[in-house]
Antibody, heavy 116, light 107 residues
Framework: EVQLLESGGGLVQPGGSLRLSCAAS????????MSWVRQAPGKGLEWVSA????????YYADSKKGRFTISRDNSKNTLYLQVDSLRAEDTAVYYC?????????WGQGTLVTVSS | DIQMTQSPSSLSASVGDRVTITCRAS??????LGWYQQKPGKAPKRLIY???SLQSGVPSRFGGSGSGTEFTLTISSLQPEDFATYYC?????????FGQGTKVEIK
C-alpha cells in the first residue's frame, strides 16, 4: 500500500525557514516524480513544485522560484521542501503527492502557520 | 504557463440532478487533465485521469470528456456524498496548474 506521510509543519515566525518532509513507502520511490501542493485556509489547491524520480530535474510554480527548494533522498525514500523567508501568505496545508497519469496518491498534509 | 479557467465557481443542485463543470486551458494540453474531488479537511481524490478515464473505484456516475482546450466533468445523478469541491489539474507541462475549483452545494 502506498503511503505518503508529511511532517515538519508548525508555527513559524515571518522571515523564518522550514523544511517539510514526506516519507514514502509501499512503492519503488525512484519510479515516480513527486510533487508538493498547498492549500491556504479556505482557498483552492495550488501546485508548488515537483522533482523527477532521479532528483535530476526540478520544477517550480513561477511564484515559488527562489524561496522554495524541492529535493529528495532516494536512499531514505523521503521528499523534502525547504521554504525560506516565510510570509503570512505561505500559511497553508502542504501535501506531498504522486500526480502522474498512471498513479495518483496524496499524503494527509502538514499545516504550516506563519505568524508572529 | 498554462492557465486553467474553471467554471462555475460554485453551484447549487439537488440530489439526482445532472451536474456539469468545465475547465478551459489557455493552450492545448491534449488529454493531459485530471479531475479531483475534495471534501473538507481531506486530501483531494482523483476521479478522472487522461480527461475521460475513470479512476479505479470511482462510481460510474462520474464522467469526463474533452481534449485540447475544453474539458468537462459530468455527474450524471448527484448523490449526497458528492457535495464537495471539484478541481481540474493539467499535467501536460510544468508548472502544473489547477483550476480555481467548483463548490457543489445542496440546493
Amino acid at each position: 500500500e502506498v503511503q505518503l506521510l508529511e511532517s515538519g509543519g508548525g508555527l513559524v515566525q515571518p522571515g523564518g525557514s522550514l523544511r517539510l518532509s514526506c516519507a514514502a513507502s509501499g512503492f519503488t520511490f525512484t519510479s515516480y516524480a513527486m510533487s508538493w501542493v498547498r492549500q491556504a485556509p479556505g482557498k483552492g489547491l495550488e501546485w508548488v513544485s515537483a522533482i523527477s524520480g532521479s532528483g535530476g530535474s526540478t520544477y517550480y510554480a513561477d511564484s515559488k522560484k527562489g524561496r522554495f527548494t524541492i529535493s529528495r533522498d532516494n536512499s531514505k525514500n523521503t521528499l523534502y521542501l525547504q521554504v525560506d523567508s516565510l510570509r503570512a501568505e505561505d500559511t497553508a496545508v502542504y501535501y506531498c503527492a504522486i500526480i502522474v497519469a498512471a498513479a495518483d496518491y496524496w499524503g494527509q498534509g502538514t499545516l504550516v502557520t506563519v505568524s508572529s | 504557463d498554462i492557465q486553467m479557467t474553471q467554471s462555475p465557481s460554485s453551484l447549487s443542485a439537488s440530489v439526482g440532478d445532472r451536474v456539469t463543470i468545465t475547465c478551459r486551458a489557455s493552450q492545448g494540453i491534449r488529454n493531459d487533465l485530471g479531475w479531483y474531488q475534495q471534501k473538507p479537511g481531506k486530501a483531494p481524490k482523483r476521479l478522472i485521469y487522461a480527461a475521460s478515464s475513470l479512476q479505479s473505484g470511482v462510481p460510474s456516475r462520474f464522467g469526463g470528456s474533452g481534449s485540447g482546450t475544453e474539458f468537462t466533468l459530468t455527474i450524471s445523478s448527484l448523490q449526497p456524498e458528492d457535495f464537495a469541491t471539484y478541481y481540474c489539474l493539467q499535467h501536460n507541462s510544468y508548472p502544473r496548474t489547477f483550476g480555481q475549483g467548483t463548490k457543489v452545494e445542496i440546493k
